[in-house]
């Protein structure tokens, strides 16, 4: 499950995990609900700073948003989760359930394992804005105990896991 919160960097990490590792394993878009006021400049529906730049790394392999999430709930003996919010009703259901979250949501607390991930205010990166435009941010604080970025979670459970085994190879 990846949230159209997170920076372009961890939802390419993400992708690439679940290309290498995880090859036959379903990804889910989640992210904020949306408000109702919208403007002409620049108040968006979308409450979601990275929706964008989300979906064209994932590609057509994401889902949609929230509406399966709980019907997909019954499909998954796991479920991985970058970025908040956690879906509660996806990882309570799981057999095993992991976040790697900015903040401690319901879901979170419905997981087996959380780890601590640094906002954007705490790292630098990309996201992609509702008219297409790449815009850098560059975090403005430290890292608060032992959070990191989502990019060097998953880069770094990547490099960990062995590699998937080929049926039929």
Do not use: W
Request: glycine share 8%.
């Amino acid at each position: 499950v990846v949230s159209a919160t997170v920076d372009c960097e961890t939802a390419y990490a993400v992708r690439r995990l679940q290309r290498e590792v995880f090859p036959e394993a379903k990804l889910l878009l989640t992210g904020r609900s949306d408000g109702d006021d919208e403007d002409d400049i620049l108040i968006r529906n979308d409450k979601n700073p990275n929706r964008r730049g989300v979906i064209e790394i994932l590609g057509d392999r994401a889902r949609p948003h929230v509406v399966e999430l709980a019907t997909a709930a019954a499909e998954f003996d796991a479920v991985l989760a970058f970025g908040n919010p956690v879906p509660e009703a996806l990882v309570g259901a799981a057999k095993f359930s992991l976040a790697v979250a900015t903040h401690v949501d319901p879901g979170v607390r419905a997981v087996d394992i959380a780890l601590p991930m640094t906002s954007h205010a705490e790292h630098a990166g990309t996201f992609v804005n509702f008219d297409g435009m790449v815009q850098r941010f560059d975090g403005g604080i430290g890292a608060i105990g032992e959070a990191r970025p989502g990019f060097a979670i998953a880069s770094r459970i990547l490099t960990r896991m062995p590699p998937p085994v080929r049926r039929g190879t």
